[in-house]
Nanobody, 120 residues
Framework: QVPLVESGGGLVRPGESLTLSCVAS????????MGWYRQAPGKRRELVAT???????NYADAVKGRFTISRDNDKNTVYLQMNDLKPEDTAVYYC??????????????WGQGIRVTVLS
């Protein structure tokens, strides 16, 4: 397992912005994919956005044009800039890493989750 630490969640009003951050710790050689998922109350966890180390990104239709995913490979960090937030964006957001190459092997990990609440 590769520990992931998320930050940046909170309570906002519709139309406001938040930026989530997630740092992977440890001796990491590379991370193939970093991304964000979310789970709203009573719903399944769903993809928000992913970003491959080579630059390919993938977004859920619901967030296209409002959210931007980026990463700093030197810092093993992924960001999610969320603009024009809507009440339906309210969820617990989870950081995810896939194919993290470390001295001990290759792992995939989930963060603990961070809450984002958009007032309705």
């Amino acid at each position: 397992q590769v520990p992931l630490v998320e930050s940046g969640g909170g309570l906002v009003r519709p139309g406001e912005s938040l930026t989530l951050s997630c740092v992977a710790s440890g001796t990491i050689f590379s991370i193939a994919v970093m991304g964000w998922y979310r789970q709203a109350p009573g719903k399944r966890r769903e993809l928000v956005a992913t970003l491959h180390k080579l630059g390919r990104s993938n977004y859920a239709d619901a967030v296209k044009g409002r959210f931007t995913i980026s990463r700093d490979n030197d810092k093993n960090t992924v960001y999610l800039q969320m603009n024009d937030l809507k009440p339906e964006d309210t969820a617990v957001y989870y950081c995810n890493t896939e194919r993290v190459a470390t001295e001990e092997g290759v792992f995939s990990s989930w963060g603990q989750g961070i809450r984002v609440t958009v007032l309705s």
